[in-house]
């Protein structure tokens, strides 16, 4: 909006002089009159006396507007100068996006209207500057945001990082699962909040074709007020904020759900990218890792082994017979087997182990900071479960594994290619010498895994 033109020739100074002279004349004019009534002077109405009166009463409005401007005007030009200062300021964050202090204040010395003038102003300018702060804060945020592609950085990044006006609450996000929210971040006191919310299809429905929040009670203490992240009509997260009254007031509750619109693209950018990594390095029968994720993650942990001068174990292992399962069962029995297999496997192995689907019925685990005992040993752990698991098929079948065991740096490589080489040398005379047990390379020569080497297995 364009501030008005000033109208030409208007000076409020310029009328004060103007007013306080004519007064000061005015009382010249009415004074010889007064006197001469009240006094009966000698002097009489003389001319002179007129003259004289209307000249002392000019000079008394002169001087009444000289220090009238001289205490005004002080008072005047520090509010001009900081007022040019705020703009001067405003003007230069536009342009420069710079959103430092604007360190612009009058003094306030009065507490009449020139004083609330001034307050009026600082406090003006104070929220200017908390305007464009908070403005540069947001676009922090979401710089950060969009730098993101991992779900849950992306979620801890909204609640640690609310804008000034929606710090200080318990603030909780909730990553859609299916029909449950699971926790994922959160600010405040975590403990208090429940690690999952389930929300009924119907809450969910109303959620989205009103657009608006609703309460949950989940907290020990307080409700939760649920904020639904939307994207393209599906809700994909949660904001839930403890509110302790009520009812949240409208101006509050707006500033939640304009901040979730701001954050929603950028969550639901990396929940998509998560989504695209998983179905790349994701083999889609077993839910175990695909081989070109296994190639890639060999590389990296040799390097890392290497770097470190640590230990990397190889475990290759095949499902004896699996031909045969197929030719008696069907290929869908063969791939629930493979399924069946996969899952337990992987529910026995370490945190860091990484369980790939090498092709067909051969898998590789890669051991990071494994020797070649402690592989041996974890090779016939899986080898023993695999032969317990109970498979509901017609006819009762027994699986069993040969697995093949190499460690680096027993063999004496720069290619972690030359080792998968070796744990396949090992899987290959398992299979040569009766299937189901346990062979290893151990860099002089490729043999049976012997009884000693297994014997602190238990179980």
Known sequence: MNSPAPIPGRNVFRRLLASMVAFGLMIGIFFPFIEHALFQGSHGLSWSFFLLCMAAGCAVGLVNYLLFHLVISRELSSMIQGMQCINARVNQALRSGDPSPFQCVINVSTEDQLGEAARAFNTMGDAIEELFQEEQRLRRIMATLANETDPVA?????????????????????????????????????????????????????????????????????????????????????????????????????????YAGLVTPYLHNALLHQQLQEQASIDPLTRA???????????????????????????????????????????????????????????????????????????????????????????????????????????????????????????????????LRA?????????????????????????????????????
């Open 154 to 258: 992306v979620a801890r990044h909204i609640v640690e990082n609310l804008p000034h006006h929606l710090a200080g609450e318990l603030v909780l996000l909730y990553l859609r699962q299916r029909q449950d929210f699971v926790l994922q971040a959160a600010t405040g006191d975590r403990l208090a909040a429940p690690e999952s919310i389930e929300v009924d299809p119907a809450r969910l429905q109303a959620m989205l074709e009103s657009g608006r929040s609703c309460r949950h009670s989940g907290v020990t203490s307080d409700a939760l007020l649920l904020i639904p992240l939307r994207y393209d009509r599906a809700v994909i997260a949660l904001l839930a904020v403890a509110a302790p009254t009520p009812s949240s007031p409208d101006e509050r509750l707006r500033g939640w759900e304009t």
């Open 289 to 419: 890792f695909n081989r070109r994720f296994g190639m890639r993650r060999l590389q990296e942990e040799f390097h890392k082994a290497q770097r470190h001068q640590g230990q990397l174990s190889l475990i290759m292992l095949d499902l004896d017979h699996f031909k045969r399962i197929n030719d008696l069962h069907g290929h869908q029995a063969g791939d629930m087997v493979l399924s069946v297999m996969t899952m337990a496997i992987t529910d026995n192995l370490r945190q860091e182990d990484i369980f790939c689907r090498y092709g067909g019925e051969e898998f590789l685990v890669l051991l990071p900071g494994s020797n070649l005992a402690a592989a041996t040993r974890g090779a016939e752990r899986l080898r023993r479960l695999v032969g317990r698991l109970e498979l509901p098929l017609a006819q009762e079948t027994q699986l069993t594994l040969s697995l093949g065991v190499a460690t680096w740096p027993l063999i004496s490589t720069s290619d972690p290619q030359e080792l």
């Open 423 to 459: 744990a396949d040398q090992a899987l290959y005379h398992a299979k040569h010498i009766g299937r189901n047990r346990v062979a290893v390379h151990d860099g002089q020569e490729v043999r049976g895994a012997r009884p000693e080497e297994m014997e602190k297995y238990e179980g």
